[in-house]
């Protein structure tokens, strides 16, 4: 009978090698003060409990199942007036009014937040503890108007431009994609005559001019690239096919000769270069990049709660992979993640791959040293500028 093999420790060269060592230099100072704050506002356990860290009333991130859902537990900012204090801010936008077949994204907002309890601010492989190493904070949802599109669309820019004047990174739980006009717009509103790249993740090219009579979920990049702030030229499209994909749109992307790849250009040229080609278009002359993903850029086998399911997607790992290589490697002024329908989930496992777009997306920032902020990015200009977009009808 032969000897068992010899075990041999991992080499200290591999990712989880490198995760161990780097969980020992991460602080504990944030998780000390949550739970202070706990047994503050929450009171002291009862007497049976030894435990003495948990508190009577549920504050903070545990128990995962209780307490009031914010984004991962974060602070609720009733007062927004000072979203400034703030490195990031979660922010919703319950409008799915630009629907044009399966509503229900109005309840995104809700069912991320909602799953988002599952998660830990902590990242194993990538060795980053949100909870320690940023401020992050959830204003709650923009007052959006049930029926109306620019009525919405009104508020969400001013909510958004707020949010960004104050030097804060905006985080955009959708909604439907209407609202990717808005939100640009609010960001163009406080650029000056700076410019803005927009990296759109998506099965669907949404650059008809209307659908329907009005502006909705297939328009929002033909409006927000009339503006001076966010050039065609910097739009770039990833992950586009199918037979979704309307020739009005097509026949917008091909005039003003916007960037796109399908999935098959994506896996055919690898991850590495269409992360290259994305950022090289997008920051060719601009000063900046709004990230907009549409969770349906997926394949629909891992999303089926969203409105425009559409089978042949990016895999996650892969989306998750571009979505690095593009985050640690361009100044990011925001990201949106829109086209959540809880209605049409299955153990909210669409709204999952959300909540992990946006905890890789922070994750990446403070890895590229982009969060915290040491000082509000030049690109954002203090004065508003409310004529950045053409007249609307």
Not at 190 to 218: A, C, N, P, S, Y
Not at 350 to 371: E, K, N, Y
Request: aromatic share 8%.
């Amino acid at each position: 009978m032969s000897d068992p093999p010899i075990f041999e420790p991992p080499d200290s060269s591999t990712e989880a090698q490198r995760s161990l060592s780097q969980e020992a230099q991460l602080p504990l100072t944030g998780w000390q003060q949550e739970v202070d704050r706990g047994l503050e506002y929450g009171l002291e356990a009862a007497a049976s409990i030894q435990d003495r860290s948990i508190s009577t009333f549920s504050r903070g991130e545990l128990p995962h199942f209780a307490g009031i859902n914010t984004f991962l537990k974060a602070p609720y900012l009733e007062d927004v007036r000072q979203v400034g204090n703030y490195d990031a801010a979660i922010v919703g936008v319950p409008h799915d009014s630009g629907t044009t077949y399966r509503p229900g994204t109005r309840f995104g907002p809700q069912g991320i937040r909602r799953i988002s309890a599952l998660y830990t601010p902590y990242n194993f492989e990538l060795g980053v503890d949100l909870r320690e190493q940023i401020t992050l904070c959830d204003v709650g949802d923009i007052f959006t108007i049930p029926a109306n599109n620019e009525k919405s669309f009104d508020q969400i820019s001013k909510g958004i431009a707020h949010i960004f004047s104050a030097g804060v990174f905006p985080i955009v739980l959708g909604g439907d994609h209407s609202i990717g006009f808005p939100t640009v717009r609010g960001i163009c509103r406080h650029l000056g005559d700076k410019k803005v790249g927009i990296i759109h993740f998506d099965r669907h090219v949404d650059t008809q001019e209307t659908d329907l009579d009005e502006r909705m979920h297939t328009c929002p990049w033909f409006h927000a690239t009339n503006m001076a702030n966010a050039p065609a030229k910097n739009l770039v499209q990833l992950g586009i096919g199918g037979w979704q994909v309307p020739r009005q749109g097509v026949k917008v992307c091909r005039e003003r000769a916007t960037n796109i790849l399908t999935v098959t250009d994506i896996t055919e040229m690898g991850l590495d270069n269409a992360a290259t080609f994305a950022l090289e278009h997008a920051l060719d002359g601009t000063d900046c990049v709004w990230i907009s993903f549409d969770i349906d850029c997926i394949d629909a086998g891992f999303v089926p709660g969203t409105g425009w399911p559409e089978p042949g997607g990016l895999l996650p790992r892969e989306a998750l992979y571009l979505l690095k290589k593009i985050v640690q490697n361009a100044p990011v002024c925001g990201l949106e993640v829109v086209e959540v329908s809880p209605p049409y989930d299955i153990s909210d496992i669409t709204a999952l791959m959300a909540t992990r777009v946006i905890c890789d997306t922070m994750a990446h920032l403070v890895l590229s040293g982009q969060l915290p902020r040491t000082a509000t990015p030049a690109y954002i200009q203090a004065d508003a500028n409310l004529n950045v977009d053409q007249q609307w009808r």
